[in-house]
Nanobody, 115 residues
């Protein structure tokens, strides 16, 4: 029912910034919970950040103060602004939308932090 596409990944240097986005079709609903996860090779997928209805935001301890999740409902987009990136942030980043009790996942976008 919901198709998610991530974009904006790439290679950045440590300390750099990157913004990745996820666009939904047909739409995100305002009550949806939208989230960013990441998974490094050989590692478990982990929750990075999420935004719930009402604008409540949650962040993993490892990214607090560096990452900001936001949602632009008019553009059907949820974004993750990443600052002061570290090599440990290297992973495939996935967006997830929970809509009416169902989870939808994007294909992922690669973020590589390296000098």
């Amino acid at each position: 029912q919901v198709h998610l596409v991530e974009s904006g990944g790439g290679l950045v240097q440590p300390g750099g910034s990157l913004k990745i986005s996820c666009t939904a079709s047909p739409v995100f609903f305002s009550r949806d919970t939208t989230a960013w996860y990441r998974q490094a090779p050989g590692k478990q997928r982990e929750l990075v950040a999420q935004i719930r209805s009402g604008g409540v935001k949650d962040y993993a301890d490892s990214v607090k103060g560096r990452f900001t999740i936001s949602r632009e409902l008019a553009q059907n987009t949820v974004s993750l602004e990443m600052n002061n990136l570290k090599p440990q942030d290297t992973a495939i980043y996935y967006c997830k939308c929970t809509q009416w009790g169902l989870d939808y996942w994007g294909q992922g976008t690669q973020v590589t932090v390296s000098s």
